[in-house]
């Protein structure tokens, strides 16, 4: 029930059952297997699902990668199926550098996560090498049915403007946080192999995947913990709806492929707002995948709850002892890129209202949007209704309402000065400085000044001087601004306190 504006989650969510049923039809017309139709399903999937480019030639282009990673890997698992050790070392492997390729962006990212499930898909699937022709078939088949629908048939983003992208904390050695992770990830996972294997040597890799899918996005202790909950949450749910509805199907062909239709549907839409959600139709079609195998029972989904069980227990351990980066650390660095971008559009509007026509705040305004995005995501875990600290609690909910106090009087100020007619008024200028230095009492010197000299410019400290109407309201917003801010400095001189 979350607003959708422009529709934008339900196009996704619709293209990406059509491209998905196109790469699944497509396999079969082909007369390829069930396993291999599954196959070129789920790597439809994994394309629409991870290749996240901010152009679209950027997502073209990496489209195009992910059997450059994928193939290889299918292989390697395939071949290892009969050689356990060998198998997991490759694995765990393939993970570390999966987790340590997202630094280098959302391309690094969709190739890490697709040969991560390659692997994995190939041990759902028990693949062994004689299938491997078939497999490669159904994954390009998958791959280019994907690819028709969402560069062809249905290329939304064409007709969306390109979303705004906060650009990640960086770092050198341990201290970059996706280098930390993948040491966090492979341990996480590695206890996964063993517990997992402890509760089944046929279904083990459950545990695996849970482990490696609560590392992705997050960046800190506390919101891995808090999407291990998550995902137990949305899989004991999903188990419960597998029991009423994928084990009566019990493999019916027609009913089963409707319903798998609408968990695509469910994954898609609700990715971007409840992680519980998304895994609750992610367990409910993997349960209907095994119906249409011929190995779905009751114990098998109880199974799948243990392992995920033992997965989470593997991703806490990792994180509480492994080059842990807390809540508190992450954070700070989004909350500073925020102010950060509170202060680049102040100095737009600044300029802008000086006279600079070609001063413009709206990207600014925009790009503090998506660093709201990415501080709630970070805070989450303080939040959380479950968190018992009730004073960092309070703290953390003192400062989203703050920035959203700030991504509010940022946005009004972008509309009011996008005025061609807004003129300058000595008073704005005196109040962006005041916002300016509320900026650096929070984060430090800012690299633009936000407040010029304007000196030799006649008329502009007049104070008979027609205002234009907007002057009062962007002086509203820039005094908004201003208080805002200065409330920011008590919540974030105890930050030290909120961490996890």
């Known amino acids: 029930m979350a607003p959708d504006p422009g529709l934008a989650r339900l196009r996704i969510s619709l293209r990406a059952v059509l491209g998905i049923g196109l790469a699944v039809a497509a396999s079969e017309l082909a007369g390829l297997s069930l396993p291999a139709s599954i196959t070129g399903g789920l790597a439809a999937l994994l394309a629409l699902f991870t290749v996240s480019d901010p152009t679209v030639r950027g997502q073209a282009v990496t489209t195009a990668l992910l059997p450059v990673v994928g193939f290889p890997v299918l292989a390697l698992a395939a071949t290892l199926h009969s050689m356990p050790t060998v198998r997991d070392a490759i694995w765990l492997a393939v993970i570390f550098c999966g987790v340590y390729a997202r630094r280098w962006g959302p391309r690094g990212h969709a190739l890490g996560i697709f040969a ?31 690819s028709v629908v969402r560069f062809g048939v249905w290329c939304i983003e064409r007709r969306t403007a390109p979303p705004v992208t906060p650009a990640a904390p960086a770092g050198r050695g341990l201290s970059r946080p996706t280098t930390r992770q993948a040491f966090q990830a492979t341990a996480a996972c590695a206890f996964a192999i063993a517990a997992g294997q402890v509760l089944s040597h046929e279904r083990w890799y459950w545990a695996v ?6 590392f992705v996005n997050t960046s800190s202790r506390g919101e891995t913990l808090v999407r291990g909950f998550r995902r137990v949450v949305g899989t004991v749910t999903g188990i419960v709806a597998g029991l009423l509805i994928a084990v009566p199907l019990d493999g019916a062909p027609a009913p089963t492929a409707a319903i798998v239709a609408v968990c695509v549907w469910g994954i898609f839409y609700t990715a971007a707002l409840s992680y519980s959600w998304m895994m609750f139709f992610v367990t409910v079609m993997a349960g209907l995948l095994y119906g249409l195998l011929g190995v779905l029972h009751p114990g098998l989904l109880g199974l799948r709850l243990a392992e995920t069980a033992a997965g989470a227990l593997g991703a806490a351990l990792a994180v509480a002892v492994i080059l842990p980066v807390t809540t508190h650390a992450v954070t700070d660095r989004w909350v500073g890129q ?24 709206a990207p600014q305004a925009a790009e503090l949007e998506a660093m709201l995005g990415r501080v709630r995501f970070a805070l989450a875990p303080l939040v959380h209704p479950l968190n018992p600290m009730r004073a960092r609690k309070a703290r953390a909910r003192q400062v989203l309402a703050l920035l959203d106090d700030c991504a509010r009087e940022t946005r009004g100020l972008a509309a009011v000065v996008a005025d061609p007619d807004a003129s300058y008024d000595a008073r704005l200028t005196a109040a962006c400085g005041r916002v300016e230095a509320a900026v650096e009492v929070l984060v430090g010197a800012v690299p633009e000044r936000a407040v010029t000299t304007t000196a030799g410019a006649p008329g502009h400290h007049s104070a008979a001087r027609v205002h234009h109407p907007g002057t009062e309201q962007a002086l509203a917003h820039l005094h908004g601004l201003e208080r805002a801010l200065a409330a920011l400095a008590t919540p974030l001189r105890g930050s030290a306190a909120v961490s996890a």
């Open 209 to 214: 995947g849970t482990a490696w899918w609560i």
């Open 116 to 146: 991560f499930m390659t692997f994995f898909i190939t041990q759902f699937l028990h693949a062994v090498p004689g299938q491997l022709p078939q497999l490669y078939a159904a994954m390009a088949l998958g791959l280019a049915a994907s």
């Open 338 to 361: 925020a102010v950060r971008a509170v202060h680049g559009c102040t100095a737009a509007a600044a300029r802008r209202l000086a006279g600079d026509p070609d001063a413009d705040p």
